[in-house]
């Protein structure tokens, strides 16, 4: 078991409803640590429920999905998009969707579950993925890709944004000229799925041994909008308040 933030709430909300219930209904007791636990109990319960079962906060730590997101972007993430799962062991017990190649998912990192990471769903159970020359490949189609502009950020100098079309959506991506990202050929196997990151040279993602090819059971959630943007560094960028995740 995992003991993030949602675990110990868990483990948080059982102790003040035991509390709650035991001194309330039980020893007939109206202290002050009852009375607390009696008006934080249903306030947290509600919290667990909607980050447990609808909507969930992150805050994206690098510069992998540049420009899509950028380190310090608060978002917000849809739980249900694919699943609804058990709280605190992830097991799931209803499938909504399956998800869809372009999406920008979160998922557990396959190497240590109690990290979060956020990419871009390039491959889908048995298709070939092909990372070339700076260009991807999909069971033998390339991607289109068209060059967008030079982009204007001073961390991530001489790189160049492309849009790309997976199928029929349309995304922002960057790459570098100077720098060579990692290629390859991979095949995705039965049950999982192929990441990469929008800052193609600049991201470890599928292309690497880890995370590697993600397992269904290791989504999360899909990326919705950003709330708010803010890297401790400087001051926040609020035009990228608001802004849907695409």
């Not at 003040?16 to 002050?32: E, P, Q």
């Not at 961390?155 to 079309?165: A, C, D, L, M, R």
């Not at 995304?171 to 095949?187: D, V, Y």
């Not at 959630?221 to 308040?241: H, K, L, M, Q």
Request: with cysteine; net charge neutral.
């Amino acid at each position: 078991m995992t003991f993030d933030f949602q675990t110990i709430l868990f483990f948080i909300i059982l102790i003040l409803g035991l509390i709650w219930v035991v001194g309330r209904f039980y020893l007939k007791n109206t202290s002050s640590i009852v009375e607390i636990s009696e008006a934080l109990f249903p306030i947290l319960l509600l919290i667990f429920i909607f980050r447990s079962f609808i909507y969930e906060p992150f805050r994206i730590p690098s510069a992998s999905m540049m420009p899509t997101l950028v380190k310090g972007d608060f978002i917000i993430v849809k739980k249900f998009a694919y699943d609804l799962r058990l709280p605190v062991v992830g097991k799931s017990i209803l499938t909504i969707n399956e998800p869809v190649r372009g999406d920008v998912v979160v998922f557990d990192f396959p190497c240590d579950t109690s990290i979060k990471y956020i990419k871009r769903l390039i491959g889908l159970p048995g298709d070939e993925i092909i990372y070339k020359d700076k260009q991807l490949t999909v069971n033998g189609v390339s991607v289109k890709s068209k060059y967008e502009s030079v982009y204007k950020n001073p961390k991530q100098y001489g790189s160049h944004v492309y849009i790309e079309t997976l199928d029929v959506r349309e995304h922002t991506l960057l790459l570098t000229p100077s720098r060579r990202g990692r290629e390859g050929t991979f095949t995705v196997p039965e049950g999982h799925f192929f990441f990469m990151g929008d800052n193609r040279d600049n991201s470890m993602d599928s292309r690497f041994e880890c995370p590697g090819f993600v397992p269904r059971d290791h989504i999360v959630g899909t990326a919705t909008r950003i709330w708010f943007n803010w890297d401790f560094s400087s001051f926040p960028e609020w035009n990228r308040v608001g802004n849907k995740i695409e």
